[in-house]
C-alpha cells in the first residue's frame, strides 16, 4: 500500500537521454506488467506517456521509452528537450487488494 | 473527442462528506472495458490513487481509504461520483477525474481539469 519510490529529481543536457527509476515490491510492480507512466507539467493535469511497461499511446514521442526489470521499472527520455522539463509520476497495479498506486514523483530538469 | 471535467464544493469543513461529480463527453460508461477513476493531489504534492470504476460495475479502492470512499456511476447522465466521508484539513488537494480503458491496464489517457477542494473550519 505504500507509494512506488522514485528518485526527487533528475537533471539532464538538452541532447543527453535521463532515466527516471521506479522501485516497488514483488507484489505490485515486481509481478504486474501494469506499469504506467505520466508527465505533468506545472499547473497542467497529468499526461500519459507509457502504459503496460512499455508501450506509448498515439500522438507520445518516440522519445519515450519504458522498461522493467524485477522490482525496478524504468522512464528513459533521450534526446532530452526543454518542454521535457516536468514532473514524472509511476504508477503500478498494487495486485491483490485490486487496486492502483503511484510512486513519489520526480522533478527532471533540462540543464 | 473525449472530455471531463470535476465539479464540486471547493470548501469543506473537518467531519464533512465530500460529494465530487465528474461529467464527460465523447465517450459513454456504457461501452465494454470504459472506466473512469479518481486521483488526488495535495498541493505541491505527489498524485495519490483513489478510485476506479468500470462499464461492468467493477470498483476498485485505494486500500489506504477504502472505508471512507464511494464511487458509483451514471450511464445516463455521463457522470461518476466519488464521496468521500468524514474530510480532514489532509485531505486537500487537487481531485482530478480521468478516463480509461482494459487495454490501457490501469493508464489514465483523458483527464479533467481538477477541482481544488480546501478542507478548513
Known amino acids: 500500500q505504500s507509494a512506488l519510490t522514485q528518485p526527487a529529481s533528475v537533471s539532464g543536457s538538452p541532447g543527453q537521454s535521463i532515466t527516471v527509476s521506479c522501485t516497488g515490491i514483488?507484489?505490485?510492480?515486481?509481478?504486474?506488467?501494469?506499469v504506467s507512466w505520466y508527465q505533468q507539467h506545472p499547473g497542467k493535469a497529468p499526461k500519459l506517456v507509457i502504459y503496460e511497461v512499455t508501450k506509448r499511446p498515439s500522438g507520445v514521442s518516440a522519445r519515450f521509452s519504458g522498461s522493467k526489470s524485477g522490482t525496478t521499472a524504468s522512464l528513459t527520455i533521450s534526446g532530452l528537450q526543454a518542454e521535457d522539463e516536468a514532473d514524472y509520476y509511476c504508477?503500478?497495479?498494487?495486485?491483490?487488494?485490486?487496486?492502483?498506486?503511484f510512486g513519489t514523483g520526480t522533478r527532471v530538469s533540462v540543464l | 473527442q473525449i472530455t471531463l471535467k470535476e465539479s464540486g464544493p471547493t470548501l469543506v469543513k473537518p467531519t464533512q462528506t465530500l460529494t465530487l461529480t465528474c461529467t464527460f463527453s465523447?465517450?459513454?460508461?456504457?461501452?465494454?472495458?470504459?472506466?473512469v477513476g479518481w486521483v488526488r493531489q495535495p498541493p505541491g504534492k505527489a498524485l495519490q490513487w483513489l478510485a476506479l470504476i468500470y462499464k461492468t460495475d467493477e470498483k476498485l479502492y485505494s486500500p489506504i481509504l477504502r472505508t471512507r470512499l464511494t464511487i458509483t456511476k451514471d450511464t445516463s447522465k455521463n457522470q461518476v461520483v466519488l464521496m468521500m466521508t468524514n474530510m480532514d484539513p489532509v485531505d486537500t488537494a487537487t481531485y482530478y477525474c480521468?478516463?480509461?480503458?482494459?487495454?490501457?491496464?490501469?493508464?489514465?489517457?483523458?483527464w479533467g481539469q481538477g477541482s481544488l477542494v480546501t478542507v478548513s473550519s
Open positions: 480521468a478516463h480509461t480503458t482494459y487495454s490501457l491496464l490501469g493508464g489514465f489517457d483523458y
Open positions: 514483488s507484489s505490485d510492480v515486481g509481478r504486474y506488467n501494469l
Open positions: 465523447g465517450f459513454s460508461l456504457s461501452t465494454p472495458g470504459v472506466g
Open positions: 504508477s503500478s497495479y498494487g495486485g491483490v487488494q485490486n487496486y492502483y498506486v
